[in-house]
């Protein structure tokens, strides 16, 4: 099947500072990627849907502001939390939907684990 | 954001026998559902999908079940083995062309006894 990467794996930060957390693609072009976010023991929330060359589409209650989502190449969206705080610390995944078979299914990224203090 | 649910129910098994393990979704119109395994600190990883137009598939050692009525999805897994042990989540496609987003269910953390 087809590969997401998402980099870095892990990341400590001190809070007020902002973090990229980058998405690819690695052996197909993706126009639209999603962007999730997990807390322990709870489900993937949909953040926002990253769109090459245009702009990312946000879920009710989701800060733009906040989760700067950049998509500037067919194979590469980034998702930048700024001014973090602690509040923000929790697993975040992309994926990528690909048409296979007449279906789109999605692969996912390993995830991030972030964490500020 | 959208999600549904805030809390992961358990299912414990013993190795070699059967899991169900059950997901109400929210929208009718919803037309694809998939089965995802977690592991933990991954990403989750594809296990099997099915069109709103099925009520049954199977794969190698799974089934899934689809319910439209209830809107109830099940996951079968036969002969459960301690590297099945895992969180489960089921995702539907709200809508055609909304943009491939998927919504996910509150999952359901499997543990497998030896």
């Known amino acids: 099947g087809a590969v997401v990467s998402q980099h870095p794996s892990r990341v400590i930060c001190k809070s007020g500072t902002s973090v990229k957390i980058e998405c690819r693609s690695l052996?197909?072009?993706?126009?639209?990627m999603f962007w999730y976010r997990q807390f322990p023991k709870q489900s993937l929330m949909l953040m926002a849907t990253?769109?090459?060359?245009?702009?990312?589409?946000?879920e009710q209650g989701v800060e733009k502001d906040k989760f700067l989502i950049n998509h500037a190449s067919l194979t590469l969206s980034t998702l930048t939390v700024t001014s973090a705080h602690p509040e923000d610390s929790s697993f975040y995944i992309c994926?990528?939907?690909?048409?296979?078979?007449?279906?789109?299914?999605?692969?996912f990224g390993q995830g991030t684990r972030l964490t500020v203090v | 954001g959208e999600s549904v649910g805030l809390h992961l129910p358990t299912l414990s098994v013993q190795e070699g026998d059967n899991s169900i393990i059950n997901c109400a979704y929210s929208?009718?119109?919803?037309?694809?559902f998939i089965w995802y395994k977690q592991e933990s600190g991954k990403g989750p990883q594809f296990i099997i999908d099915?069109?709103?137009?099925?009520d049954k598939r199977q794969g190698q050692r799974v089934t899934v079940l689809l319910n439209k009525t209830v809107k109830h999805l099940s996951l079968q897994i036969a002969a459960t083995q301690p590297g099945d042990s895992a969180v489960y989540f089921c995702?539907?496609?709200?809508?055609?062309?909304?943009?491939?987003?998927?919504?996910f269910g509150q999952g359901t953390e499997l543990s497998v006894k030896p």
């Open positions: 052996d197909f072009q993706a126009t639209t």
């Open positions: 995702a539907e496609n709200p809508r055609r062309n909304q943009g491939g987003k998927l919504i």
């Open positions: 994926s990528a939907r690909v048409l296979q078979g007449g279906l789109t299914e999605a692969f």
């Open positions: 929208n009718s119109a919803s037309d694809y």
């Open positions: 990253s769109n090459e060359g245009s702009k990312a589409t946000y």
């Open positions: 099915i069109r709103s137009n099925m």
